[in-house]
């Protein structure tokens, strides 16, 4: 054989395996067949009334050409929703400012007449004063002296026995 | 400018709508309808969906930008559009869609519209077995033929995802024949 002259080269070389393409189209229609086993297979089986794509034009035109005013559902749950979520944000807003402490905002007179509303006793308003409240600045000391006879007086007037004792 | 830019700009222009949509009519029902069909099975419901679809079109043909083609665009509100109405059913019935469906593919054999043999409904029952959107691949790949490329413009999905999608289908499909 001549080497390396590629146009002398018109045989690529392939080959097929004995009686091949007499076989060929035995082959083939045995496969055709075995497709054909199931027909139908390619149909999905429904049908339709009769005429029925000549007349849904007529009904798709006439729809379109009624009341072209968007239906709103009655049983749509969107306004519910909306109407929910507008009055929960109304009694947050209302909890918010009614449960404000007023802090600043109390007077001294309403405290007074709370007080007084209240008819705490001397003894009450004393158990409610913290050490850090008795502050000797805010005692006025007069001059006045206890006399005897008057201490006297008042201490058996005013204590027990027991306590004194104590 | 393509002769479909054209029938776009005649269906939104208000002089020429009705004429163009009535063409739109012609062009694309009956495919729009064997489309919806297949998802939805029964006749009244398809019909139902139809129109719906038709009607969203039409009122909603000015938002169109001609991004995908008309078809396309066409496909994908009627596939919605027969989720949606599966849902409903589903949720009137109180039952989840896929039992909406197999309740109405057990309702087919009483079905007028529905002339199948036995292996026709056997595949019916096979494909509403499927997840649903792998019922909406096989439908479009198996009965309607369309290409991969146009799938994934319609729904919106990669043509990989489609293909493993209908690939798996496929073998559920013929499992689930074989055992019944």
């Known amino acids: 054989m001549k080497k390396g002259n590629l146009h002398n080269i018109n045989d690529p070389g392939f080959k097929t395996p004995e009686n091949y393409f007499e076989s060929f189209e035995e082959n083939f229609m045995k496969k055709l067949e075995g497709t054909e086993s199931i027909p139908n297979l390619n149909d999905p089986g429904f049908t339709v009334p009769k005429d029925y794509f000549n007349l849904v034009d007529d009904e798709i035109f006439n729809k379109l050409n009624k009341d072209d005013t968007p239906v709103i559902s009655l049983n749509s749950r969107k306004p519910v929703y909306y109407i929910a979520g507008i009055a929960a944000s109304i009694v947050l807003i209302l909890a918010i400012f009614i449960n404000k402490p007023f802090g600043d905002e109390i007077s001294v007179e309403m405290v007074e007449a709370y007080l007084e509303d209240r008819d705490l006793s001397s003894y009450e308003l004393a158990e409610l004063l913290l050490d850090s409240d008795l502050l000797e600045e805010d005692f006025v000391i007069t001059e006045t002296s206890f006399e005897e006879d008057n201490l006297e007086s008042y201490l058996l007037e005013n204590s027990e026995i027991e306590l004194i004792i104590e | ?180």
């Open chain 2, 1 to 180: 400018m393509t002769d479909e830019s054209k029938f776009i700009l005649r269906l939104k222009d208000p002089k020429s709508k009705e004429a163009a949509f009535r063409e739109l009519l012609q062009l694309y029902k009956e495919r729009l309808y064997w489309h919806i069909r297949k998802i939805v099975i029964s006749h009244d419901d398809a019909d139902d969906v139809l129109q719906n679809t038709f009607i969203k079109v039409y009122r909603s043909i000015d938002k169109f930008k001609g991004e995908s083609k008309l078809f396309s665009w066409l496909y994908r509100i009627a596939t919605n559009e027969s989720i949606t109405h599966i849902n409903k059913n589903a949720k009137r019935l109180h039952i989840n869609n896929e039992e909406q469906k197999t309740y109405a593919i057990d309702n087919l054999t009483a079905d007028v519209y529905f002339e199948g043999d036995e292996i026709q409904l056997k595949l019916q029952q096979a494909i509403a077995s499927l997840p649903e959107k792998q019922q909406i691949v096989f439908n479009m790949k198996y009965f309607d033929e369309i290409k991969y490329k146009d799938m994934a413009d319609i729904l919106e999905t990669s043509e990989g995802a489609l293909k493993a999608s209908y690939h798996i289908a496929v073998k559920k499909i013929e499992t689930y024949l074989t055992s019944n």
